[in-house]
């Protein structure tokens, strides 16, 4: 497997620095549509600059380009600028074009993505400010602990009160508590223990992963449950092959980097038994389906899904020899390539339909659709597997 630095250095990260960056209003634009329109008035996300905060940290960290600090940088200030609500803590949800604030909840999984945007700049650069930004918003998660049954609760409003809507999106169940959520609460306690080891943030990443082995993780299937009560009752019978693969190498690496050798040893069994029931979802052609629900499955082919695909089965090849596992990482790294990757307009497409067709419907950038999970999937083959 190659060509990983090729597809993030000229196709993916060039398109966000040519094309997505706000010279009129600073930052970075909010959308461009499914068939490479630029809505240069699209409000923006918290989540998209967040990840971008992330990738491009990530990127200057691992392969030490200038033009990927200075995007880091543009990303940081304008997070800090305009998103940090300076009156209640947290990040809004969304801010219109100019950069004011539209959408002022407070979603944990926002909060989430802000300790890791800022955890890996701060790894990347050593700017202390972004460290002190991390560590405030680890506590500010903190906050949203349910001490009685465990586990984060998943939005409030904008000055951290009990709110009735806590969807992550239209799609989602409204739920108190998520697998998602909890899912990327975790990625970003792995990145900051990494450079903050106080006790508190290692006790709340134990109790997390513990939480997943408890509570979210189906003992039977390996599958994840994905929304629950207040009370860990299972409130929906869908599944996700995209996030299990992806949860799959994440529980590993959390283990991993805490350094607690009898929890990874209970862990990178479990991380693998999740990666096998994960491999359900892979179909003829290479690639991952995105879900089922009952005997219905959704054979889209999403873009993070096969990226978070590769990665996955990767980790299950190396923590257990199977070699199926990394053959099955190969066929989807083809796959990507030959059907996902856009090199015509630059990064991916969102996805293709049980068909084949491209879907246009769907964002080439926007909210959701951001250099995060294809960016990473690059750089975890180069750095962790050495695969240029």
């Known amino acids: 497997m190659n060509g990983f630095t090729k597809e993030l250095t000229d196709n993916i990260l060039p398109f966000w620095i040519n094309k997505m960056q706000d010279n009129t209003y600073d930052g970075f634009y909010g959308r461009m549509d499914g068939q490479n329109t630029l809505d240069p008035y699209a409000n923006k996300g918290a989540i998209l600059n967040a990840r971008i905060l992330w990738t491009f940290s990530a990127a200057y960290r691992i392969l030490q380009r200038p033009e990927y600090k200075a995007m880091a940088e543009r990303a940081f200030d304008y997070i800090l600028n305009h998103f940090i609500d300076t009156a209640y803590g947290g990040a ?3 801010l219109d074009y100019k950069g004011n604030p539209v959408h002022t909840k407070k979603q944990v999984y926002v ?4 300790l890791y945007g800022f955890s890996e ?10 460290l002190e930004q991390a560590i405030l918003f680890f506590h500010l998660i903190e906050k949203c602990y349910d001490p009685e049954a465990g586990g984060y609760f998943e939005a ?16 989602d169940a409204n739920e108190k508590k998520t697998m998602n959520t909890h899912l990327h609460i975790l990625e970003p306690y792995t990145n900051l223990c990494r ?11 134990k109790r997390l992963i513990r939480t997943f082995k408890e509570h979210i993780l189906d003992k039977e299937t390996h599958h994840l449950h994905l929304f629950f009560d207040e009370h860990w009752r299972v409130k929906s019978t869908a599944l996700s092959y995209g996030h299990d693969i992806e949860a799959s190498w994440l529980l590993y690496e959390a283990a991993e980097v805490l350094g607690d050798e009898p929890l ?3 862990i990178k069994p479990l991380s693998v038994c999740i990666a096998r029931a994960a491999v359900e979802g892979l179909e003829p052609d290479g690639s991952m389906i995105y879900e089922r629900e009952g ?10 899904v096969q990226a978070e695909a590769v990665v996955g089965l990767m980790y299950a090849w190396e923590n257990t020899g199977d070699h199926s596992f990394k ?3 190969e066929k989807v790294w083809t796959y990507i390539r030959e059907q996902i990757t856009d090199p015509v307009n630059g990064e991916w497409i969102w996805s293709r339909r049980d068909d084949g067709t491209v879907n246009t419907r769907d964002d080439k950038a926007g909210f959701w659709k951001c250099p995060y999970h294809n960016g990473r999937m690059c750089l975890e083959m180069i750095e962790h597997f050495n695969l240029k």
């Open 121 to 130: 700049f701060y790894r990347a650069t050593g700017n202390s400010q972004a």
């Open 156 to 171: 409030y409003t904008r000055e951290w009160q009990p709110i009735e809507d806590m969807r992550l999106s239209e799609k």
């Open 111 to 114: 909060q989430g993505f802000m």
């Open 264 to 266: 990874l040893e209970e």
């Open 92 to 94: 809004y949800w969304e």
């Open 327 to 329: 053959v099955a990482a």
């Open 195 to 205: 450079i903050w080891k106080d006790e508190s943030l290692l006790k709340a990443q």
């Open 295 to 304: 005997d219905h499955k959704d054979k889209e082919r999403h873009w993070w």
